[in-house]
Nanobody, 118 residues
Framework: QVQLVESGGGLVQPGGSLRLSCAPS????????MGWYRQTPGNERELVAT???????NYADSVKGRFTISRDNAKNTVYLQMNTLKPEDTAVYYC????????????WGQGTQVTVSS
């Protein structure tokens, strides 16, 4: 069973920056899409950003212009650069690796806490 391991979360002041990383416990081939999602208590998990194998990105409106998703296919790693953080960005952030088709999979990380507070 593959595990996705996230790192980079923590406590930051409003206006600050954090960079999240996510890599699998073993190499996974042909990942169609990598993404970041977040969840706060009592709410559903919501999309933050995704990136396809071809580099096409998609962002939630609330993070456009502040967050940047990127991937390193050679390292099988996805990143989320978060700038100009706001208190409302406080959440548990989860990474996701997905492949569609015959040999499909949908892996999730264990989550990393991001807290934006002064």
């Amino acid at each position: 069973q593959v595990q996705l391991v996230e790192s980079g979360g923590g406590l930051v002041q409003p206006g600050g920056s954090l960079r999240l990383s996510c890599a699998p416990s073993r190499t996974i081939f042909n990942v169609n899409a990598m993404g970041w999602y977040r969840q706060t208590p009592g709410n559903e998990r919501e999309l933050v950003a995704t990136i396809t194998s071809g580099g096409t990105t998609n962002y939630a409106d609330s993070v456009k212009g502040r967050f940047t998703i990127s991937r390193d296919n050679a390292k099988n790693t996805v990143y989320l650069q978060m700038n100009t953080l706001k208190p409302e960005d406080t959440a548990v952030y989860y990474c996701n690796f997905r492949r569609e088709g015959v040999f499909s999979f949908n892996y999730w990380g264990q989550g990393t806490q991001v807290t934006v507070s002064s």
